[in-house]
T-cell receptor, first 112, second 118 residues
Framework: RKEVEQDPGPFNVPEGATVAFNCTYSNSASQSFFWYRQDCRKEPKLLMS???SGNEDGRFTAQLNRASQYISLLIRDSKLSDSATYLC?????????????FGQGTTLQVKP | GAVVSQHPSWVICKSGTSVKIECRSL??????MFWYRQFPKQSLMLMAT?????????EQGVEKDKFLINHASLTLSTLTVTSAHPEDSSFYICSARLPGQGARRPQHFGDGTRLSIL
């Protein structure tokens, strides 16, 4: 079983749609959680951190459910520029170093 | 703006060549940097943790003699792919955390290096 699992998609949605991505992680000792965005053939860029209390940044809302080991990302009013791969990332500790464990990514294509 | 710089961004070379990739922290000191590899349509996989002034810590399955890491200064880590072969063709990315930020904080990534071995 993968440590971080995501539905690879692709999710094809029209502009203005609301789309939700889900992610599960297997290690209950995971400490911190993030969503990164990766454009084609580019490096990942941090989208937002994820907290149990929820985190909202404009059209983006992220939520963590520790009991279910489940992370979500909601994108409202999708824009063409939101088309990218969204990576669910958890941090696991090894000694004093936090290691990032990446999901496979969920591909979003927003169409006019 | 970018906080981590990676060079070169693209390398094409013959099988058997050794390739060095540089990762620099811009305007800050990074005692720890991370090297990842990403194959097409797959997730990023941590290869090793680069520690300034000491040996790198390699993940299971990563050959330390194949992927040489040197972190000789607080702003520079290098990854050398020795005697590269076509199966080493991949997207290599480094990352670092800003100083003063603990392991719970996100990492910032370099632009990545696309390595193609012919």
């Amino acid at each position: 079983r993968k440590e971080v699992e995501q539905d690879p998609g692709p999710f094809n949605v029209p502009e203005g749609a609301t789309v939700a991505f889900n992610c599960t992680y297997s290690n209950s000792a995971s400490q911190s959680f993030f969503w990164y965005r990766q454009d084609c053939r580019k490096e990942p860029k941090l989208l937002m951190s994820v907290y149990s209390s929820g985190n909202e940044d404009g059209r983006f809302t992220a939520q963590l459910n520790r009991a279910s080991q489940y992370i979500s990302l909601l994108i409202r009013d999708s824009k063409l520029s939101d088309s990218a791969t969204y990576l669910c990332v958890v941090t696991q500790y090894s000694g004093n170093t936090g290691k990032l464990i990446f999901g496979q990514g969920t591909t979003l294509q927003v169409k006019p | 703006g970018a906080v981590v710089s990676q060079h070169p961004s693209w390398v094409i070379c013959k099988s058997g060549t050794s390739v060095k990739i540089e990762c620099r922290s811009l305007d800050f000191q990074a005692t720890t940097m991370f090297w990842y590899r990403q194959f097409p349509k797959q997730s990023l996989m941590l290869m090793a943790t680069s520690n300034e002034g000491s040996k790198a810590t390699y993940e299971q399955g990563v050959e330390k003699d194949k992927f040489l890491i040197n972190h000789a200064s607080l702003t520079l880590s290098t990854l050398t792919v020795t005697s590269a072969h076509p199966e080493d063709s991949s997207f290599y990315i480094c990352s670092a955390r800003l100083p003063g930020q603990g392991a719970r904080r996100p990492q910032h990534f370099g632009d990545g290096t696309r390595l193609s071995i012919l």
